[in-house]
């Protein structure tokens, strides 16, 4: 393979900081739930996530997008955001945050098996044991010191249920819009268009009295600061180095993400991550990787 130009080297260097700028995203939305509840600390997040990206991407072009896009596309986009950080705002506790986090990052390998089920991908037979494998790294995250034990993962589950359920409604919403993204979108981008629908959503919601400014900490603060230029520097990096850099590299380094995430979220919300937990975050990259790579083989 030749070596790569200087300027895709840098375009690729670049977009690997996307995946460390994810990587914080669990553990700064939960400060900000954290410290202005539901809505109002997030509205303040994305309108100034909206401000980044409008400065380094620009207004998107909506005339350009189809109708199915606009009306499909987007709301699953924003429909995954709600859940994200509704599932870490009802989490109880740093450490349910770091579970409801992982369970989040099901959707590497949902991306590979949707694109494989609806969007004509082929792929080796190796996809479907790397799809189990997540899920059996999930097993893993959520059964802690106890291992996987049926009756004690339901009682585990059982204690908040809608936390782990809405993680796992954002996955499939995440994986499902990156295909249709993928389809439907023609090149453009809607990064902006999806932010800005966020951060109506949320305002609204802090209008209707679910969070409030007044309360906010230092550390509510700079997790609001932090996480707008961590998420819009993420999607604005992703896409440099996508266009110009080594897509086969970044779309490996992407599926560390959650290691980078529980790293991050140990050191800024004091999450304490055992080792039958590291087990099962890298049993999901592994299988995230597994299934990555059976698309590769028919390239």
């Known amino acids: 393979m030749p070596p790569l130009r200087e300027s895709s080297t840098k375009a690729t260097l670049i977009g690997l900081s996307a ?6 995203s669990v553990g700064l939305v939960r400060g900000i739930t954290e410290s202005f509840g539901m809505a109002a600390g997030l509205a303040v997040f994305n309108w100034v996530t909206c401000l980044f990206l409008l400065l380094t991407i620009g207004l998107p072009e909506i005339r350009k997008f189809s109708r199915k896009f606009l009306f499909i596309g987007i709301p699953l986009a924003n429909f995954y955001t ?26 590497p390998c949902l991306v590979v098996l949707f694109a494989v089920l609806f969007n004509g991908e082929r792929a080796r037979w190796w996809l479907w044991p790397g799809v189990v494998i997540s899920f059996f790294g999930v ?8 291992d996987i034990q049926p009756a004690e993962l339901y009682l585990h589950i059982q204690q908040n249920p809608w936390s782990y359920l809405l993680a796992f409604l954002g996955a499939v919403a995440w994986g499902a819009y990156s295909n249709i993204v993928r389809a439907w979108a ?3 981008n809607p990064t902006l268009l999806v932010f800005f629908i966020d951060a109506l959503v949320f305002t609204s919601l802090w209008i209707a009295g679910y969070g409030d400014l007044s309360g906010g900490t230092l550390h509510g603060w700079i997790s609001v600061v932090l996480g707008a230029i961590a998420v819009g520097g993420a999607y604005a990096a992703w896409n440099y180095g996508m266009m110009k850099g080594n897509i086969t590299l970044l779309g490996v380094s992407s599926y560390f993400t959650p290691v980078l995430s529980c790293l991050f979220a140990s050191l800024w919300i004091g999450a304490s991550i055992s080792g039958p937990f590291w087990l099962g975050v890298g049993v999901i990259v592994a299988g995230s990787l597994l299934c990555w790579s059976s698309t590769i083989a028919v390239r």
């Open 139 to 146: 097993l893993l995250v959520l059964g802690g010191e106890s």
């Open 186 to 188: 023609d090149g453009h």
């Open 82 to 107: 709600v859940c994200f950080c509704l599932s870490l705002y009802l989490a109880d506790g740093e450490q349910q945050t770091v579970e409801v986090g992982m369970i989040n990052y099901l959707w």
């Open 19 to 24: 995946p460390i700028c994810w990587g914080m």
